[in-house]
């Protein structure tokens, strides 16, 4: 049986974007290190040189030379960035000799990384690369994630992402599951500085939500190292093992679900065994903070130690990457020592419509 271990992460955020058409929150600093360019959102930097220094350093993390990469998997998104076959000029910063496997998927990495997994498990290789990109600066980034929606009675009212979130955030509230005190909580916990009880105060973006209940999208990169049992004794730090990882997608539209639950983040949990286990950190790719709350409710855990000790996605949203970001940094927990048994989610579509969850554990191989 084939075991595959995530030896070596690396990610980099650049300061926050201009703010779309609707109200954007304020970004205090990133929970990863920011990249020194605060003149422009991204700093001026290609797609390549974004990628460039990620890739070099979760290389070195797992002790691993370019060559020895047997399968690669990237993703971003050519509609966030304005440009198409932009992906291509970001190539430059992989590992190009000698030829070998690649696969490109529009969308969150974390969704990469799962494919890249299965490739791993098929025997297709024994070293992969897993690296996302994005730097969302096409001149309406509203009317693009616009697109998720459905296209007959949703789309045509064009209702901005925050708004749906809002819905959501609303229904949770009215179900007597969370009050607004709750979401303040949440937030002053993932951006520090800010007062609780000052944040109740802030006008609302959308009711029941305020601009800081809302993430701060940044151009950023991430790269994740993956290998098989054989090769992660050559690890410099704690392999943290793959267990499982499974993705489930609910219903398009919207009026057909119940917006206050996550049914596919909940079965998916059931096919990990998550459920009533304990958990040393889970890491949430919640864009707005109500459904931190949904998520960690729908794996059911017995014990949860700590929930995004990173800081999760709402001081930081380099859309396309948030998700492999907190796959790596659950990931991280375990290859620090810090952590044996973690999961990382990822979530795209509006109000946590597809859900991704990663299992890693020390112990394996």
Same mark, same amino acid.
Do not use: K
């Given at each position: ?47 390549? /040189?974004? #990628? ?93 994630? /616009?697109?998720? #929606? ?99 997608? /609910? ?31 889970? /890491? ?34 380099? #859309? ?46």
């Amino acid at each position: 049986m084939i075991e595959v271990a995530v030896t070596g992460f690396a990610a980099d955020l650049t300061a926050p974007h201009p703010a779309p058409p609707h109200p954007a929150p304020p970004h205090p600093a990133p929970p990863h290190p920011a990249a020194p360019h605060p003149a422009a959102p991204d700093g001026g930097r290609t797609d390549a /040189e974004l #990628l460039a220094p990620v890739v070099a350093a979760a290389l070195e993390d797992s002790g691993l030379a370019p060559d020895q990469i047997d399968v690669l998997g990237t993703a971003s998104s050519e509609f966030l960035g304005g440009l198409v076959g932009g992906m291509m000029g970001a190539f430059d910063a992989l590992p190009g000799w000698p030829p070998r496997p690649h696969s490109h998927l529009d969308g969150d990495g974390a969704f990469a990384f799962y494919e890249t997994w299965i490739r791993l498990l098929a025997g297709e290789g024994r070293a992969a690369l897993v690296c996302a990109f994005g730097r969302p600066s096409a001149s309406d980034r509203r009317s693009v994630l /616009e697109l998720q #929606l459905d296209p007959y009675t949703v789309a045509p009212l064009g209702p901005p992402l925050a708004a749906l979130a809002a819905l959501q955030a609303r229904a949770l509230i009215d179900s007597g599951r969370c009050r607004e005190a709750d979401l303040a909580r949440i937030v002053a916990a993932r951006r520090p500085g800010t007062d609780p009880a000052e944040l109740l105060g802030r006008p609302y973006v959308a009711s029941p939500l305020r601009a800081a209940d809302c993430s701060t999208v940044v151009s950023g990169a991430a790269a994740v190292v993956m290998v098989t049992g054989d090769l992660a004794g050559r690890a410099r730090r704690v392999p943290a093992w793959i267990a499982g990882a499974a993705h489930r997608m /609910e219903r398009h539209y919207l009026g057909a679900r119940d917006l206050t639950t996550s049914p596919s983040t909940a079965a998916v949990a059931a096919d990990l065994g998550l459920p009533g286990s304990d958990l040393d950190v889970l /890491e949430i790719h919640a864009p707005f903070s109500h459904q931190e709350l949904i998520v960690t409710e729908a794996i059911g855990a017995r014990r949860v130690g700590r929930v995004n000790p990173s800081g999760g996605a709402l001081p930081a949203d380099p #859309l396309m990457v948030t998700g492999l970001i907190r796959v790596g940094m659950a990931a991280e927990a375990i290859m620090a020592g810090q952590a044996g048994r973690v999961v990382g989610h990822a979530t795209n579509g509006p109000c946590l419509q597809h859900n991704l969850l990663v299992l890693l554990e020390a112990g394996g191989g």
